[in-house]
């Protein structure tokens, strides 16, 4: 839960990869982030339950990065976005952390229940749903300086002989 | 370039086959694409073109999700806006072959009970 310029290098078991904020990132941060659970055994399911995740979770960085400088009307440097795998007996960790200067949880706007009526007319507002079914467990922390989402998927394994 | 958009005429249909990823990087592509499939005038046959007319309405739609390899929150936005899109204009909106993988993302947000779901691009054009 530290600034990710002060996390430094990556320890065993761990895999970094720190990307601009841009969109075309985006399918570089899946893909090592399923390369890593694949290659640890994370049985498929939960891999691509993990892709979708971190795509959110990585998507809502660059969104933070870009509303920043809507606000601002100046772009400036592209920010940074972190995503640190850690694999652990049981579970695989994945933290995306962004220096976007935060959020306010009440400016995320409405979320789309799956039953909603109007669900049709929503162009937005599934992330935060789709990283909660998919995720076990995910939390969000915020402050000036950036947001951290980490999200925890709990492993069936392929069996040996799979 | 991000990824390849197909855009193509199956009789009164416009299919649009997106191959690779859906996501923030694609969909801003997906959506121009679309526009300007349904802006041109239709390639089809005279018959085709003179029903679509006679109907008064919109272009009928196809996303033949069957090159989709992955989809997240923002695909399936965009996926939304053409549907919004094609049936505000009085046009169908159909999608064809999801992988039973894309298909689990439209269905835990409920998005499967709101769009007609073909098992082909043939029997999603067919009538």
Known sequence: ?????????????????????????????????????????VRDDRVEALRIAVSEATTNAMESYAARAADRDDPGP???????????????????GDEAGG????????????????????????????????????DITTSDAGTLVRLVVRTPWRSPQA | MLIEIGVRTVGAWLVVTPVGDLDLASV????????????????????????VDGRGRGRDVVVDLGSVDFIDSVGLGGVVAVAKRVRGAGGRFRVARPEPRVWEVFRIVGLDAV???????????GD
């Open chain 1, 1 to 41: 839960m530290t600034d990710p310029a002060d996390r430094g290098a990556a320890a065993p078991g761990e895999v970094v990869l720190n990307v601009p904020a841009r969109p075309e990132y985006l399918s570089l941060v899946r893909q090592v982030v399923a390369v890593v659970a694949t290659a640890e055994g």
């Open chain 1, 78 to 96: 592209v920010g940074r976005i972190e995503v640190r795998a850690v694999l652990h007996p049981d579970r695989v960790v994945v933290e995306v």
């Open chain 1, 103 to 138: 959020f306010e949880p009440s400016a995320v706007g409405d979320t789309v229940a799956p039953d909603d009526p109007g669900r049709l007319d929503a162009e937005r507002g599934r992330g935060l749903a789709l990283m909660g079914h998919l995720a076990d467990e995910w």
């Open chain 2, 28 to 51: 801003p592509q997906l959506r121009q694409e679309v526009m300007a499939g349904l802006a041109a005038p239709p390639t089809a046959d005279a018959g085709s073109r003179a029903r």
């Open chain 2, 115 to 125: 769009f007609d779901c073909f098992p082909s691009v043939e029997a999603a054009t």
